[in-house]
């Protein structure tokens, strides 16, 4: 188990956005999360990715706990400290990518690793070319994010992501930003990480790609989750009536 | 008296102006720094004494608040102050008047940058000192140029008025000058003016290029 969440609550001031969330992610798992706006997709991965502090409920990575309720039914977090190397086990793919404007594509794959993670200069480097590779930027090395297109930059931040060595990739509407002829490019690297294996949970709207890339789908509305299973399920046969009408809405 | 010696005059007071001028550059330009942390303090009393701080430093002129700082600590606590006081006074109350318009504009800088910034860098696990400054104060240093720029040039105009407590940079001499017997007199403040003039076309200049060297990136 990569990713285990239990009975996460969240609210902001009297709002309360996710009630009792819970979510499992095995080693290897592509998981779509989709649902209307306002229903709490985006949240969700913030309080995984500790953006956001839980208001109760457990989280834990590889096993380790980083959240635990106590008797009082209150979160509780980890030490700064070990919060900090938790971060190590994922990574974040933002809708608006987030890059740093003054780091070159390079230097934006590179910094972290080396800083954060304090590993080897030299081999940091063989891998982001490797990313680069990947990523079909190889030429853009030495460009800013500026000079980028949309979909680019989409592609460099997945490899910063990546070049931390992330146990879990979580993205959150990852093409939401893009021109739609740009959409492609990045749902296909996406695509390519799901065929290697890697261990994914994406927030979407893009249907089709959910349905073609993931071994589960969760469908969430209000706070809750409403609604999962494989994907032939829960796009060709759903159960639930909230999830009929979304998916009817977004034929539409 | 020729146009020569009051040239030379001239010079000599525009040294002054010219150690004035890079003393409080120096100063506030890093006095600005804490000042804008300060303000977005997560303590509200520090929120607060600051806030207060920068209101009456804008609040009043430069020149009262030159006075106080030069007269306050004889009148007010009856210290007996050494000759260079007055130097040091008017770079006292420079450097503590300009740290709070820095300090604005820094802060202004930094919540002009998107929270996306700071949350990239919390979810790759950067500590809060690399984040502000790897990531938060390089992007701040290029948007605040401009405002920057301003505020030196109005610093360039604004070193006259340590005249005001009898500092001897180039305006005071410029008096002097002016009215002493055979002077030049027009032709003196007119030299002078050429002088504050061609300062600060350098510093235009100079502030230019500096914003040009951070063109590489938006
Ligand atoms: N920082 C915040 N403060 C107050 N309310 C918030 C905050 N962040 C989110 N919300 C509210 O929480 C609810 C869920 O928001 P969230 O962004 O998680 O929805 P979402 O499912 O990601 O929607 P979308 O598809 O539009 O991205 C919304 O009602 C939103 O207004
Ligand atoms: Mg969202």
């Known amino acids: 188990m990569v990713l285990e969440m239990k009975g996460i609550e969240k609210a902001f001031g009297n709002l309360s956005v996710l009630k009792d969330i819970s979510l499992q992610v095995d080693s290897g798992e592509v998981v779509s999360i989709i649902g209307p706006s306002g229903s709490g997709k985006s949240t969700l991965l913030r309080c995984a990715t500790f953006l956001e502090r839980i208001d109760a409920g457990e989280i834990r990575y590889l096993g380790e706990p980083a959240v635990t309720t106590n008797g009082q039914g209150e979160a509780e977090y980890v030490g700064a400290a070990e919060l900090r190397k938790?971060?190590?086990?994922?990574?974040?793919?933002?809708?608006?990518?987030?890059?740093?404007?003054?780091?070159?594509?390079?230097?934006?794959?590179?910094?972290?690793?080396?800083?954060?993670?304090?590993?080897?200069?030299?081999?940091?480097?063989?891998?982001?070319?490797?990313?680069?590779?990947?990523?079909?930027?190889?030429?853009?090395?030495?460009?800013?994010?500026?000079?980028?297109?949309?979909?680019?930059?989409?592609?460099?931040?997945?490899?910063?992501?990546?070049?931390?060595?992330?146990?879990?990739?979580?993205?959150?509407?990852?093409?939401?930003?893009?021109?739609?002829?740009?959409?492609?490019?990045?749902?296909?690297?996406?695509r390519q990480l799901a065929e290697e294996k890697m261990t994914m949970v994406v927030v979407t709207h893009e249907m089709p790609f959910a349905r073609a890339v993931s071994n589960r789908v969760i469908f969430m509305d209000g706070g809750v989750i409403v609604e999962q299973g494989d994907p032939e399920q829960v796009f060709g046969a759903p159960e639930q009536e909230r999830t009929k009408q979304f998916l009817r809405n977004y034929q539409q | 008296m020729t146009i020569q010696t009051m040239l030379g005059l001239l010079a000599q007071g525009f040294l002054t102006t010219l150690a004035i001028f890079f003393l409080t550059l120096i100063g506030s330009l890093l006095l600005g720094l804490p000042v804008a942390l300060g303000r977005m303090s997560r303590y509200g009393v520090v929120r607060g004494a600051i806030k207060v701080y920068i209101s009456i430093m804008r609040g009043t002129p430069l020149m009262l608040q030159l006075m106080v700082v030069y007269f306050g600590p004889s009148l007010l606590l009856g210290l007996s102050l050494p000759a260079n006081w007055r130097f040091a006074a008017v770079i006292v109350a420079f450097v503590i008047n300009y740290a709070a318009y820095f300090g604005e504009i820094y802060r202004a800088g930094i919540e002009a940058i998107s929270d996306g910034q700071r949350e990239a860098a919390q979810v790759l696990g950067y500590t809060r000192g690399?984040?502000?400054?790897?990531?938060?104060?390089?992007q701040m240093v290029k948007r605040v140029l401009p405002p920057v720029t301003n505020e030196v040039i109005t610093l360039v105009k604004d070193t006259s008025l340590a005249s005001v407590i009898g500092t001897v940079e180039m305006f005071t001499r410029a008096k002097q000058i002016a009215v002493a017997p055979n002077s030049p007199g027009m032709l003196t403040f007119v030299a002078a003016a050429v002088f504050y003039y061609v300062f600060n076309y350098v510093v235009a200049f100079v502030m230019e290029r500096i914003e040009k060297a951070f063109d590489y990136y938006r």
């Open chain 1, 86 to 190: 938790m971060k190590q086990h994922f990574g974040l793919v933002f809708q608006q990518f987030n890059l740093f404007p003054h780091y070159s594509v390079l230097k934006n794959i590179m910094d972290a690793p080396i800083h954060v993670q304090k590993r080897p200069k030299e081999e940091v480097r063989a891998e982001a070319e490797e990313l680069l590779k990947k990523m079909d930027l190889v030429k853009r090395a030495e460009a800013y994010p500026c000079q980028l297109s949309g979909g680019q930059q989409q592609r460099v931040a997945i490899a910063r992501a990546l070049a931390m060595k992330p146990s879990i990739l979580f993205f959150d509407e990852p093409t939401s930003a893009l021109d739609p002829e740009l959409t492609g490019e990045v749902l296909k690297v996406i």
């Open chain 2, 130 to 138: 690399q984040t502000f400054f790897k990531i938060i104060l390089p």
